[in-house]
Every structure is written in C-alpha cells, then in structure tokens.
C-alpha cells in the first residue's frame, strides 16, 4: 500500500536547567560556585533514505520527540546534550510547515537532512552569575523549552520517465514488459490504485520508469484518484502517453489523448511543457495501414510528437520507445531545477520567535495591576531564590533591562504600585 501523505508532530528536546551549587573542599573559604550549565536540547532532523518507498511508518505513529538536555551540575559539569531525534522518509519526501503551508524542505537527494525543530539551550549555571559584589551566586538559569510544531510529509515519486494514460490502455503491461516492475495485471476497467516503480536497463545505463495510474477526467478535480496521482507527475523527467489505437473500449484515440492532455493541463500547465512520446498501444489488434491508426499517426505527430506502434505483451516496438526516452532523457540536465513553486518557510523568522520568548510585555489589567509576562521571565521568575537577595537583584535587573520598568512607568507606574508576575504580587519601589 503506498502511503503518500501523514500528519505528525515534532517536538525538539528542552534545554536543561543551569546547576546551583558551591565547591565544599577543606581549606577554600566560602567555596564559591561551580554549578555547571545544562546541555542543549536536541534538534527533529529529517533525513532522506533511498530504502525507503511510503510515509506508511508514519500511519500509525504520530508524535515524535526528541531527548531534552540534562540539567548542569556540581563540579562545573555541563550538562549532556540531547540526542537528536532523526526521522528517517522516503527520497522525494516535502515537509510542510501545517501552520503556515510553507515548504520547509524538499527531500529530492539521497541522504539529504535538515533540522525542522531546533533543541531548546541549556541554562547557565551559577558560576556565570559571579561577580566583584555578587560573591556567592545562590541562583542558576532555566534551560529554554523545544519547537513543537505540526509538518506534512508529502510523497511525490521520483521517476524519470511517466506513464500517463487512461485506465485498462497497456501501461502496466508496458512498465512489466520493459523492467524488472511486477505489476498487477488484468483486463479491469477501472485503474492501477497505486503507482509502480520500475528500472529500465538500457545498454550500459538505466533510468526509472514510473506507472502513474490510469487518469479519469476530471482527475485535475480530485475526482477518482485523481489529484493523489496527479502530482506524481511533476517530479518526472519525460512522459510517455499511451493510447489504446485498436479502440477496443469502444473510444476514439484521438479523443483520448485530447482528454487526458486537458486533464494534465488543468492540473499544472507546466507539464505539458515536459518532453512526451506517444505510445500507440495494441497495434497488434489493428494494421499498421489501419486508417484509424493513420489518422491518429497524422494528427498527434502534427502536433509535434513523435508516435511509436507498440504492443506491450508481445514486446512489439517497446525498445524503440525506450530508447527514445533514453535519448530525450539525454537532453535533460540532471540538476535542472524542479517545476514545483512553493511558498518556503522562513527559518530565519522561525528563529526571531526565540527573540520573542526572551521579550518581556508590561500592560495593566482591569484592577489597576501592572503586569509583567514572559516565558523567558517566567523561567527565571520560578527559578529565582526569594531568599536570596542577589537572585532577587537578577530578576529585577533582567526585567529593567528589557525595558518593561520603563515601559511600566510611562503607563503610570509609582512607588506603592502594585506588580504582577505570574499570580505572585509585590510592590514597587523605586531604588
């Protein structure tokens, strides 16, 4: 079963703690501090893995998390990094941010990686807190928190060369005949529910021919399996339509191909700029001189594309279109850049947010009460020792350094006020 779409959540590891701690040794007065930092939280990597062929892993697993840092400790002893969590998809996999709908990355290359959720930093101990008048740190810093954040995963094939078609025309005995593929194969009128990989081995090289699934019209809607295939084609190189020439459906060709040239039109303009052959499909029904197939022959080859007579289960005429898609392969660049056009998503202003968690906001609620808030403030706030008057002194001159005092005092602020942070309650005095 081919599993091409899954929703799962990530979760980066959170920074450890900063360690409060004093040397006990005979002979050093006072001690002084050692308490270590705490290790860094570790990063949501996504790896591309050539082995891999669905997102099926992902059905039935949904949140992942990678390890938080451990907390500082004595001695000066940072604390252990986090193991990074590495989530291992199929090569041709597209991450989305769900949030915004921006592509984060795109998983074309074997063994390509990207971090999607950068680890939380580790908090400094209090020996970074010493100094000429602080002798004796009695606080720590709290480690930062990790990304949590919904992604798609996204599949989309890596071919370089598609069978487009309607159902129940060859493809999939065309895709038997010429790799190494098993497909299912029956007369049914209704199509392939999942695309096939094969490898062509032409000569001394090779490419992947892919069987995109039979089209309907109205695929470019979403009807039948429509657009879940449809977007398989745009990672190909080259495609080979094929037309059941002997009409045996009891459809006219020329028709066929029109309606399912439309269909691809609908869904992307672009792939219809793509190289294309036209495989005319069980000639060995019809003759070649047949007037149906010459006047199918006349009309698609004035358009501009080049018809090859075939008949898949018989092997009639399949290595002339090979070798043509070989050749048009050719052509191609391997580094060409992708048709796709996405939105991508800001890593840059994904790393301004931790700006924001170190912002401290000042407002006043309903009652009169200046308010503090903060999530960085709020990790010190609940790390502070109130007992401690140089603690205390960190607190309120991280606070007045983000400028909140200020901002509080152009709202008002006076001595005797109150001050809110978190449900604690004190009242301000200016020094």
């Known amino acids: ?60 697993k949904h949140k992942y998390e990678a390890e938080d840092g451990q907390n500082g400790m004595r001695k000066k002893c940072y604390g252990k990094k986090g193991s990074d969590l590495i989530i291992k998809v199929p090569l041709g996999t597209m991450v989305f941010d769900k949030e915004t709908g921006h592509l984060m990355h795109d998983l074309k290359v074997a063994n390509d990686s990207f971090v999607a959720a950068k680890g939380g930093r580790g908090g400094k101990g209090n020996v970074h807190f010493k100094n000429s008048v602080r002798q004796a740190p009695n606080f720590a810093e709290a480690g930062t928190p990790g990304k949590e954040r919904e992604v798609i995963l996204e599949l989309k094939m890596i071919a370089d060369v598609g069978l487009v078609c309607f159902p129940n025309v060859g493809k999939s005995s065309l895709l038997a005949m010429s790799t190494n593929a098993k497909p299912k194969i029956e007369n049914y009128h209704f199509t392939t529910i999942e695309p096939n990989l094969g490898v062509v081995k032409f000569y001394d090289t090779e490419f992947i021919l892919a069987d995109i699934a039979g089209i309907i019209e109205g695929a470019h809607q979403g009807l039948g399996l429509g657009l879940k ?175 909140a005092i200020k901002e509080l005092k152009e709202m008002g602020l006076q001595d005797g006020d109150t001050i809110k942070i978190n449900d604690f309650e004190f009242d301000y005095f200016d020094e």
């Not at 040794?25 to 891999?52: H, K, Q, R, S, T």
Request: net charge negative; proline share 4%.
């Open 229 to 403: 295939f449809l977007k398989h084609i745009e990672r190909t190189k080259v495609l080979i339509h094929v037309v059941d020439v002997s009409g045996s459906e009891g459809r006219d060709p020329i028709e066929d191909f029109d309606k399912i040239m439309a269909e691809l039109e609908s869904y992307s303009t672009k792939i219809k700029d793509k190289p294309m052959l036209v495989a005319a499909n069980k000639i060995d029904l019809i003759d070649e001189d047949d007037e149906g197939y010459l006047r199918f022959k006349a009309e698609i080859e004035g358009r501009g594309y080049k018809v090859f007579p075939i008949s898949a289960p018989i092997n009639y005429g399949v290595d002339d279109l090979m070798n043509a898609a070989l050749e048009a392969l050719s052509h191609i660049p391997d580094d060409e850049d992708s048709m796709e056009e996405y939105d991508y998503f800001d890593f840059q202003a994904d790393e301004e947010l931790d700006e924001n968690y170190r912002k401290v906001y000042a407002s006043v609620d309903e009652e009169g009460v200046y308010v503090l808030s903060g999530e960085q403030l709020d990790k010190i706030f609940n790390s502070t020792n109130f007992n401690d008057m140089g603690s205390l002194r960190y607190l309120y001159k991280y606070v007045e350094n983000s400028g």
């Open 1 to 60: 079963m081919l599993v091409d779409r899954a929703v799962i959540t990530i979760k980066s590891g959170k920074g450890g703690n900063g360690a409060v701690s004093f040397r006990r040794e005979p002979f050093v007065p006072e001690g002084g501090p050692d308490g270590g930092d705490g290790g860094n939280g570790g990063n949501i990597v996504f790896l591309a893995d050539p082995n891999m062929r669905t997102l099926m892993d992902f059905k039935y």
